[in-house]
């Protein structure tokens, strides 16, 4: 919970405490297993592709040959930038910890309830801190004092982000949690409606924080909890009567097709009436950025689709191992078609981003990972049961969201977004408690 707060853990010192913290907590558990005697880790399907992560940033950090430089003797590495690659080999390192604590130690059906509280409860803190923020600070006035914090000045960020697209990632991790409880969860229908109202807070921050790629993860997180939703009913009421004429009519893609449609007419609806004429400016600047519609001096540079650009030919100089995990900024320049003004620190695009920096051998990291996590989640949702079914399929509809706001932003490069984000890996790989009743308590 304290990760959230200084700007998402964002800076040099907040990341190292935090990644101290991590290592701190991994030499308790050493302890324990010691004094215990039992150092079983569980489910590593998903933790060996993010240790294979780790494997290649340390072997990009080591300097491997020497030249003669100059008159002098340099040593190089694969890395552009071997410091800043070491530097997120700590980072991946302390995430695989957190995960694998989460998975050892999140052994009951109350553990991981107060787990998922803790997350949704640090999201609409997060959702309050910024729409409280935005209405205390109108405008973009260059001389009004800033929010609380130092760096939370007027139209920079959102809530504690200092970056307007950072936010929107918590949220969607969040916010498919909260759905997957409150409707795949049986409970009383007034705590549904606490749940879906915190749901409702949450879409509206984040409408408000005017991230478009935000809104569009939100759009397709709420089209494919409305698919699971209807697979998750059908499946367990055919388990019950497979002869019923409605259940085949459920499963219909004419069914699928009219809900996912309805759906999507209710959030466009919602961002119209919430967004107005913000948005509006946002979709002109996004077509600026993606389809270069405005070729002035103010744009050349900095649209996503020259970022992008600049990824690709990255890529092709280092196809094999790429030029550095964490040191994008190092080699980017190099290959940026622009005055210079404004050189890219990230590619917004994570997924070009651990190509350009990793290589081919990233890239089929991230293969592998995203087939283990495919694998992974089926098998929850099958062996699971009751709450944690729920918990699961809302921790599958957060990673969905992460995963399309991924390809136009980089909220990943946020610690507490990360961790949020390695704590939901860690619940669909938790083994199955049985049956529960009751939100963070276990039917007896």
């Known amino acids: 919970m304290l990760t959230a707060l200084p700007y998402g853990t964002s800076e040099s010192w907040s990341q190292g405490l935090f990644e101290s ?18 150092w079983g880790i569980g489910n590593a399907r998903l933790i060996a592709p993010m240790g294979g992560l780790l494997v290649l940033a340390v072997v990009q950090s080591l300097a491997w040959w020497r030249w003669d430089l100059a008159g002098e003797k340099v040593w190089f590495a694969l890395s552009s930038d071997p410091f800043e690659t070491r530097i997120f080999a700590f980072r991946i390192a302390a995430l695989i910890l957190v995960m694998v604590l989460v998975v050892r130690f999140t052994s009951t059906a109350k ?32 001389l009004a004092p800033a929010f609380i914090l130092a760096r ?12 307007k697209n950072h936010f929107p990632f918590l949220m969607e991790m969040a916010l498919g949690l909260v759905v997957g409880i409150a409707l795949m ?19 509206a921050a984040v409408v408000l924080s005017r991230s478009r790629g935000g809104l569009l993860a939100i759009a ?25 004429w409605w259940i085949r009519w459920a499963r219909s893609i004419i069914a699928t097709t009219a809900i996912a449609a309805t759906l999507l007419v ?42 992008w650009r600049s990824t690709w030919s990255m890529f092709k100089a280092h196809p094999i191992a790429g030029a550095g995990l964490g040191a994008f900024w190092a080699e980017v320049p190099i290959f940026h078609q622009a005055s210079g003004a404004s050189t890219p620190q990230q590619a917004h695009n994570d997924y070009l981003e651990l190509l350009s920096s990793g290589g081919i051998l990233g890239a089929a990291l991230l293969i592998w990972f995203a087939v283990a996590l495919i694998r992974q989640a089926r098998k929850s949702v099958r062996l699971s049961e009751g ?25 990943l490069h946020i610690t507490v977004n990360a961790l949020v984000f390695v704590v939901l890996l860690a619940i669909i790989s938790l083994k199955s408690f049985g049956p529960q009743t009751v939100l963070g308590k276990s039917a007896r």
């Open 21 to 38: 913290a991590v290592f701190f907590l991994a030499f308790l558990w050493i302890v324990h297993g010691l004094i215990d005697g039992s």
């Open 111 to 142: 553990r991981l309830g107060i787990l998922v509280l803790a997350i949704i409860a640090v999201a609409l803190a997060t959702a309050l801190f910024g729409i409280a923020r935005q209405a205390s600070q109108p405008g973009s006035f260059a």
């Open 152 to 163: 939370l000045t007027p139209a920079h960020g959102y809530a504690q982000f200092t970056n």
């Open 185 to 203: 969860h049986r409970g009383r229908l007034d705590r549904r409606l606490v749940y879906l109202s915190g749901a409702g807070l949450m879409c």
């Open 220 to 244: 397709v997180q709420i089209i494919f909890a409305g698919l699971l939703f209807v697979n998750f009913k059908t499946s367990t009421s055919e388990s019950r009567d497979a002869g019923r």
């Open 266 to 307: 209710i959030i466009v609806a919602g961002v119209a009436s919430l967004g107005g004429d913000q948005l509006a400016t946002g979709v002109e600047t996004a077509t600026v950025e993606l389809a270069g519609a405005d070729p002035t001096e103010e744009h050349i540079g900095s649209r996503r689709r020259d970022i």
């Open 387 to 411: 709450l944690q079914r729920a918990v699961s399929m809302g921790a599958i509809i957060g990673l969905v969201g992460v995963g399309v706001h991924s390809i136009v932003d980089f909220g």
